[in-house]
């Protein structure tokens, strides 16, 4: 039986990226040269080069349709995500649908479906059930997907995100430095989504690791900084102790809360988190923050996925670097 083509072959033979040879067969020659074009379209008659069945079958249903299903719309990281998707589609001739999913598993499942109706090419999914087997009806319909910001136990798509745990046990390690006894986690329900897992498995190993003291306080869905207020007139600040916060919303309630309580960042405790979007450098005396990158975030997803829908690819786990900001709420 003859040996099958891949693209990466292709790639090798014409001297250029995999990503190139991808945008090649998409149509999409935006600064590509005419030399360029015409190496890669003679190694792909010499090489007899076909893509995959999947993607021939793409091509004659194509709808040059992406569906991005986004967990939390009023989430300001999704906005800067949706921006990043829609930039690196500009030029590829694909447009874009977008779901908001209102992280409920039943808006999720009715997304799915209305994408599958519109017969899109290929989809980013944020998703928010936990379970692989939720998405049946996309592995049925065997469309190329792509993960973004949340991984799925036992799949086989690619996932493009932060480094959460790397980046949060860095930061425990820096408020260990600092001399703090005891680190609070302040996050939405845990649960199995795993960004959340990961940056809690972050502090609590880089707490461990440093024999500092390690709590955890989860958010309910209502009067989210009364559960801050309530636990701090049980609990006293009689260790030196920071605050942690899983993302921008707890980042808010954790200063709703001091506030209310007339504690004074870092005179009485410590405050930092993860996912300001800036709004924690303006206020006094600023505070630490980490800072991911949905916009290479996006780019990269886009890019596999583009390359995922002319061929099959090997799945995963791709984490984009996020940044500490070091200022003086520590």
């Known amino acids: 039986m003859k040996k099958s083509i891949t693209i990466q072959e292709v790639a090798n033979r014409a001297g250029v990226s995999k990503t190139t040879i991808s945008r090649y067969l998409n149509g999409r020659y935006d600064n590509m040269s005419l030399k360029t074009k015409e190496r890669i379209n003679q190694i792909i008659e010499e090489l007899d080069y076909r893509p995959s069945k999947q993607a021939q079958g793409l091509k004659l249903r194509k709808s040059s349709l992406i569906g991005l299903l986004i967990a939390d719309i009023e989430n300001l990281y999704s906005a800067y995500l949706i921006k990043a998707t829609q930039d ?52 049925d319909a065997d469309i190329p997907t792509v993960l973004v910001d949340r991984s799925l ?17 860095e930061l425990t390690h820096e408020i260990a430095n600092k001399g703090y006894e005891k680190i609070i986690l302040v996050s939405e329900p845990i649960g ?15 707490a461990l690791s440093k024999d500092l003291l390690f709590e955890v ?100 786990k791709i984490e984009i670097a996020a940044d500490i900001h070091l200022r003086k709420s520590l």
């Open 192 to 206: 199995n989504i795993s960004p959340r897992v990961e940056r809690y498995e972050g502090i609590k190993f880089g």
């Open 88 to 139: 690196a589609l500009s030029d590829t001739g694909y447009q874009m649908i977008i779901m908001n999913t209102n992280n409920s598993e039943e808006e999720e499942q009715k997304a799915i479906q209305k994408l599958l109706d519109q017969n899109v090419d290929g989809i980013l999914l944020q998703p928010v059930s936990t379970c692989l087997d939720s998405f049946k009806m996309i592995t």
């Open 217 to 316: 306080i989860e958010l309910s869905s209502k009067n989210k900084s009364n559960t801050i207020i309530n636990y701090l007139k049980k609990e006293s600040l009689n260790k030196k102790t920071a605050f942690f916060a899983s993302n921008g919303n707890a980042l808010y309630e954790i200063v709703v809360a001091l506030n209310q309580l007339d504690i004074i960042f870092p005179r009485d405790c410590g405050v930092c988190g993860y996912d300001d979007w800036f709004w924690a450098e303006l206020i006094t005396p600023g505070i630490t923050t980490i800072h991911q990158d949905p916009h290479r975030i996006g780019k990269r997803a886009v890019s596999i996925l583009l390359e995922e829908m002319i061929e099959p690819q090997q799945s995963e």
């Open 153 to 169: 136990d036992k799949s086989h798509w690619t996932v493009v995100q932060s480094d959460n745990f790397k980046v949060t046990k």
